[in-house]
């Protein structure tokens, strides 16, 4: 359904994107929202999980992914933790400052194949939800295509949460929509759970009626996978993300190259039996 | 099939450089390498270029778009002009054809490099039938027959001559272009010399370099081989083996910052380097064994598992030569292949 194929002669060639907004999420994490400059437009379309290639000319680029849905037709998000020049930089911006942006970049969730009719497990840690939120969006525009819909998401403290507001106002009252948080350490104030979402994710005892989506640090990643094993998962019905360095976005430059995968452009998204095929490298 | 005498090879050098780039191996005292050719110049044909010809198509440093900004701080990008003058590539050997093969594979696949499609569209490939093999070639590995070079234009020197053949309808286009310096030839004219080149080539060192044991699906196997911490100890991770290398196509992306605005480039990198993989927040390859191994594991084995069992290796022995710690894809394939 999304076949945006990246016009030839643009293939490396950034649009020009303006802030116009800018949300601080946590003390390291912000969400920009950018239109075209040209046009006002959203640049180009996408799907949930693919990634665009972030820039301010003369700092350098870097790969994010598209925390806006697709349904969003008004701008494109991309929430951004500080952690480099580039990312340090970008949180110094404003309203009305311009980045470059270009895209989109890699394989979907598969949204309207595989998780079409399935109950949807989404597991996310920390940043690791930004990806995720743009599935989770698309599934609520869309809510008649899936079942049952839980969202565990878990930070250190409670002011590391992402999207908290988003999740807890507007996620949490949907019909047919869960949505369980938790913190790693006891926080005076906190009344939810505390844990780390592995322990969290056996405690809520899940049935495995569901498709499961992991996103989140490499460790909590394995441990959640193996948790879902426990429970009676099977890797064909698991989902997650790779990052590795990526520079062209489009398969040429070998820099996300891991077996005979590319990441940027056969990922980001695998299922977790693929996975299983590449070399322990990521 | 065509042919020109030697000695009239000027005449033809500047009735091509009238209209066109030609680029030609040249011996600049340091080394033997392409250059364009200049009235004067006297290209050498029987030494192997230390650098390939993929220079001409992926040159080592391109600048892909400049930024500027105006008075409101609005970014303005300008485009770089793509290619457009035709230019023709003298004397690549067979191996460096077949390279160029691989180099299309990843850079004209969807979606399609434009910088390289400009220069493939706009190049001619005279390519060169070897008469000295090197003691370091090993193309015979990969199926490659250095007596009988593809590309545009085949061209065999032998004796007084330079016999011509065009390969493909450019090529044809190319010869009749040039066609008042030419004379009719036989086919059977380089015959000897094809045949005294394949002779030479079963007496070479690495002749009997076979590729057992490695190809398409074998990731799981090898990439675990215990020899790979042997073999990348001594591996300083120069990279000259992926700047020599006529298919290493890895490339980094920049920015100049500059007086008049930045400018974004690109510029060969390689996967043996440290800071390869690196991230703000974190490297996936840490150990210059992951790296070494990732080299000749895309040659090897990603590749062909990509590409219909194609190697991304076509024997040229450039890596052979220049290592300065005398390591190379012939030891790796050597000491992991199923000949052992
Ligand atoms: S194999 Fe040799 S040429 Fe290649 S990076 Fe290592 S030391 Fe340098
Ligand atoms: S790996 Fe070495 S021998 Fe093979 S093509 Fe590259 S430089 Fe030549
Ligand atoms: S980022 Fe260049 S090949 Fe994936």
């Known amino acids: 359904m999304c076949d945006n194929k990246i016009s030839t002669n643009e293939a490396l060639i950034p649009h020009v994107a303006k802030i116009i907004n800018v949300r601080t999420q946590t003390h390291d994490v912000k969400t920009f929202a950018v239109v075209s400059s040209v046009d006002g437009g959203v640049m ?33 998000e991309f929430s951004v933790k500080r952690c480099g020049i580039l990312t340090e930089i970008l949180h110094g911006l404003e309203e009305g400052d311009e980045i470059t942006v270009r895209g989109p970049y890699g394989k979907q969730f598969p949204v309207e194949t595989d998780f079409k009719g399935e109950n949807l497990l989404f ?160 | 099939m065509k042919k020109i005498a030697l000695a009239n090879m000027n005449a033809l050098y500047e009735a091509i450089a009238k209209d066109m780039n030609l680029y030609v191996p040249i011996d600049n005292k340091a080394s033997v390498n392409y250059a364009e050719w200049k009235q004067g110049d006297t290209p050498v044909f029987d030494k192997m270029t230390v650098r390939s010809a993929k220079d001409a198509f992926f040159p080592q440093c391109e600048n892909m778009s400049t930024f500027s900004r105006d008075d409101d701080n609005r970014i303005i990008i300008d485009k770089i002009k793509l290619t457009e003058k035709d230019f023709v590539v003298m004397g690549i050997r067979a191996c460096d054809v077949k390279a160029v093969a691989v180099l299309d594979k990843v850079f004209l696949s969807e979606p399609v490099d434009t910088f390289y499609k400009a220069r493939r569209d706009h190049s001619i490939l005279v390519s060169l039938s070897c008469s000295r093999p090197e003691e370091t070639c090993f193309c015979s590995t990969f199926g490659i027959d250095p007596a009988e070079p593809k590309g545009d234009v085949a061209m065999y020197i032998v004796g007084d001559y330079a016999y011509f053949n065009a390969c493909t309808d450019k090529g044809e286009k190319f010869l009749n272009g040039v066609s008042g310096l030419l004379e009719n030839a036989n086919d059977t004219d380089v015959d000897a010399a094809k045949a005294a080149t394949r002779e030479i080539m079963t007496k070479l060192p690495l002749h009997d370099v076979t590729t057992d044991g490695w190809g398409a699906g074998v990731l799981e196997e090898m990439f675990n081989r215990p020899e790979w911490e042997e073999l990348s100890s001594s591996c300083i991770g120069c990279g000259t083996c992926t700047y020599v290398c006529p298919t290493c196509q890895c490339y980094d992306i920049r920015d100049y910052n500059g007086s008049n605005g930045v400018t974004r480039y690109r510029c060969w990198d390689s996967c043996m380097k440290s800071d390869f993989t690196m991230m703000a927040h974190g490297n996936n390859r840490t150990t210059q064994l992951q790296r070494f191994r990732q080299r000749f594991m895309h040659k090897l084995v990603y590749s062909p598992t990509n590409n219909d069992g194609e190697f991304s290796c076509v024997g040229c022995g450039r890596c052979v030569a220049k290592c300065p710690v005398s390591m190379n894809i012939v030891k790796v394939i050597k000491t992991m292949g199923g000949k052992k």
């Open chain 1, 123 to 282: 597991i996310a840690g920390g940043i690791g939800i930004a990806p995720l939120r743009s599935v989770i969006n698309y599934a609520r525009a869309n809510r008649d295509n899936y079942g049952q819909i839980d969202v565990l998401y878990g930070a250190r403290s409670s002011s590391d949460l992402v999207e908290y507001e988003e999740m807890t106002k507007e996620w949490a009252n949907d019909k047919n929509f869960n949505v369980h948080v938790t913190i790693d350490r006891a926080e005076e104030g906190w009344e939810g759970n505390v844990g780390f979402v592995p322990t969290y994710l056996k405690e809520l005892a899940f049935d495995n009626n569901r498709t499961a989506v992991i996103c989140g640090p490499p460790i909590m990643i394995k441990f959640v996978l193996g948790g879902l094993i426990e429970m009676g998962f099977n890797k064909t019905q698991v989902y997650t993300t790779l990052e590795l360095k990526m520079k062209c976005g489009i398969g040429k430059c070998g820099r996300c190259n891991i077996g005979s995968k590319y990441v940027c452009k056969d990922g980001p998204v695998f299922r977790c039996d693929e996975i299983d095929e590449l070399p322990n490298e990521y």
């Open chain 1, 44 to 76: 180009f379309d996408h799907m949930p999980g693919q990634c665009a290639m972030v820039s301010i000319p003369g700092v350098g680029e870097a790969m994010f992914s598209i925390t806006s849905s697709p349904t969003n037709t008004a701008f494109k």
